[in-house]
């Protein structure tokens, strides 16, 4: 269904929870096929998100902050 459709049916906020993730494994799918043609993910390499790249969008730096806090916090009980 559409969001316009479902916005039609008054309804305010609409998500997608599966289409990422089937995305993803349809992505998966083409690299495993890969390594079972070639023996190498090289060919796939440009496709790849960087290492940079995912921790810039998770925002690595605030999660390490994070782990860091709950570590001193239970290091000092």
Same mark, same amino acid.
């Given at each position: 269904?559409?969001? +316009?459709? %479902?916005?039609?049916? @008054?309804?305010?906020? $609409? ?17 495993? &096929? +890969?390594? $079972?043609?070639?023996?190498?993910? !090289? ?8 290492? !940079? !790249?995912?921790?810039?969008?998770? &925002?690595? !730096?605030?999660?390490? @902050? %994070? &782990? ?6 239970? %290091?000092?009980?």
């Amino acid at each position: 269904m559409t969001a +316009e459709k %479902l916005q039609s049916l @008054e309804h305010r906020m $609409a998500i997608w929870p599966d289409s990422p993730l089937r995305v993803a494994n349809k992505a998966q799918q083409y690299l495993y &096929d +890969e390594i $079972a043609r070639t023996g190498s993910t !090289a060919g796939k390499q440009g496709r790849m998100q960087t290492r !940079a !790249a995912l921790y810039d969008l998770i &925002d690595l !730096a605030s999660c390490d @902050e %994070l &782990d860091s806090s709950i570590v001193a916090s239970r %290091l000092s009980i």
